[in-house]
Nanobody, 114 residues
């Protein structure tokens, strides 16, 4: 099954930007619906954005206009560009392959200070 390594997280001040990467291995993701999820302390995991194999995207309302999900099938990698970050974006971010819903990677921590 496809496995992922999420990178790009870190500590940033409010208003700053980060770019998360999700590198896939042990398989190709080019035909898969993919997404980014996040989980803040004490909260349930929530969907942030999804992208179909054809490139159509969907975002949760709170990140629309600030986050951009994309994919590079040649590199077998998905991205999440996050701009104008807010403290409420603080969470562990996970990439998701909807063809294997039970699998979760280790995630990458994003911390936004006010």
């Amino acid at each position: 099954q496809v496995q992922f390594v999420e990178t790009g997280g870190g500590l940033v001040q409010a208003g700053g930007s980060l770019r998360l990467s999700c590198a896939a291995s042990r398989g190709t993701i080019s035909m898969h619906t993919m997404g980014w999820y996040r989980q803040a302390p004490g909260k349930q995991r929530e969907m942030v954005a999804t992208i179909l194999s054809g490139g159509n995207t969907n975002y949760r309302d709170s990140v629309k206009g600030r986050f951009t999900i994309s994919r590079d099938n040649a590199k077998n990698t998905m991205y999440l560009q996050m701009n104008n970050l807010k403290p409420e974006d603080t969470a562990v971010y996970y990439c998701k392959d909807f063809t294997n819903p039970a699998y979760w990677g280790q995630g990458t921590q994003v911390t936004v200070s006010s």
